[in-house]
């Protein structure tokens, strides 16, 4: 028993000794160890990192035109988020329920994210609408069309296509990779995992 106090008292100088230990950083606890030239280095397990390619432009517009869709992406990119988890969790909640029961979730869901949502969605610029339409079609591979039909019908569904089409938005089509390279490189650096 003596030897077994002295072998573990051994095994924490030992590592007090060759500086391994905890450090608190934020009220989170990570390990740390000494380097042979006494640098302290904090080992902490990271999320998985994208990264990407320096991006090379044919001009100048399309490196401003990047970097605004960047700034649009980033204001957008919660929005998405959200109706993508909203997307999925309505789906779920939907897959066995009959279709009367079914419409009237969705009534009731509408409502509910009306509320919320309405006012700071209104005040998005067209681009950045488009850009919002564009990361959800990527993310669901669906073209927002065919979402608005599933959700609240045909004659809906046809009216926003034919409003979106004012606008330049081609809501039948959905995302097709390669038809406009720049959203492309921009979505694929936002990375929208839901």
């Avoid at 939907?94 to 700071?120: H, M, V, W």
Wanted: hydrophobic letters at 35%; one cysteine or more.
């Amino acid at each position: 028993m003596r030897s077994l106090i002295v072998l573990m008292l051994m095994i924490s100088f030992g590592s007090f000794c060759f500086g391994q230990g905890t450090v608190q950083i934020n009220g989170q606890y990570y390990p740390y160890t000494i380097d042979d030239c006494g640098d302290t280095l904090i080992l902490a397990t990271f999320t998985d990192i994208p990264i990407t390619s320096l991006k090379i432009f044919n001009s100048k517009e399309d490196r401003r035109r990047y970097d605004k869709y960047r700034e649009y992406a980033a204001k957008v990119y919660p929005y998405a988020v959200e109706a993508i988890r909203v997307f999925r969790k309505m789906e779920e909640e939907t897959a066995d329920l009959k279709k009367g029961k079914r419409k009237k979730y969705i009534r009731q869901l509408k409502k509910d994210l009306k509320n919320e949502f309405s006012g700071p969605i209104k005040k998005l610029t067209k681009t950045q609408g488009k850009i919002l339409i564009k990361m959800i079609e990527r993310e669901l591979e669906t073209p927002l069309f065919d979402l608005l039909k599933d959700l609240r019908g045909g004659l809906n569904a046809n009216y926003w296509n034919f409003i979106g089409s004012l606008y330049g938005h081609k809501l039948k089509e959905g995302y097709l990779e390669g038809e406009d390279p720049i959203m492309d490189a921009v979505l694929n650096d936002m990375d929208l995992i839901y």
